[in-house]
């Protein structure tokens, strides 16, 4: 399928078959699609929660809103994009480590070079806890759209969630302690019959309303 009928197929699907199931091969893409995400000078700032048995599912639903209730429990899998609370020097240090490990640094040099640029930008956006949330989230909306957009190159349908409380759901999984907070949630799995938004047509602003080609 070309990338432009899979954009103009792939929506939200507002309701869930629960009798199905994502192949477990197929949602290893996904995941293999979420750690190769792009992210701003390779800060990779994310943590992702994955709920797929029912129990755990169950689990969340205090912390999801009560009208996203069945995207959640119907789906197949579920995942939770959380965010770094703080990124420490400690941090820095094993991520500049990885790069020299997974052969993207040749020399000393290079080495310092890198964790210096990135040591700036994460400097940038860190004068307040806010600030760095705030730049973190985008990153994680980088890596929610891959996701969607992956997901719908398999056929699995999905539903962003912002619907939920966060302070509820951050404590139901424990995130404060390893120094993490939920940012967005994502339904995947297959729509039901039942899932009135699988029939609508697209509704978009015009080409040429949206594009302005210098």
């Not at 689990?59 to 119907?74: K, M, Q, S, T, Y």
């Not at 197949?76 to 500049?96: G, M, N, P």
């Not at 966060?166 to 302690?177: F, S, W, Y």
Request: glycine share 6%; aromatic share 8%.
């Amino acid at each position: 399928m070309d990338i432009k009928t899979l954009a103009s197929r792939r929506y939200t699907a507002k309701a869930y078959d629960a009798t199905k199931k994502i192949p477990q091969d197929q949602f290893e893409q996904l995941c293999t699609l979420l750690r190769n995400c792009p992210s701003s000078v390779n800060s990779q700032p994310w943590h992702f929660v994955v709920a797929h048995s029912d129990e755990a599912k169950a689990r969340i639903l205090p912390g999801i809103a009560e009208f996203n209730h069945g995207r959640v429990r119907d789906a197949s899998h579920v995942v939770i994009f959380c965010a770094k609370t703080a990124i420490t020097d400690q941090y820095l240090k094993a991520l500049i480590e990885q790069e020299q490990k997974d052969g993207r640094i040749a020399n000393e040099e290079m080495k310092q070079g890198q964790d210096k640029g990135r040591r700036y930008f994460v400097g940038l956006n860190n004068k307040t806890p806010q600030d760095l949330l705030a730049w973190e989230s985008k990153q994680i909306y980088i890596a929610l759209g891959t996701l969607l957009f992956g997901a719908a190159s398999l056929g699995i349908d999905s539903t962003p969630i912002e619907g939920f409380d966060v302070a509820k759901l951050d404590e139901i999984l424990g995130l404060p302690a390893k120094g993490l907070t939920s940012v967005v949630v994502a339904s995947l799995g297959y729509h039901s019959k039942e899932d009135f938004n699988a029939a609508l047509p697209k509704s978009r602003w015009p080409e040429e309303q949206i594009f302005t080609i210098l």
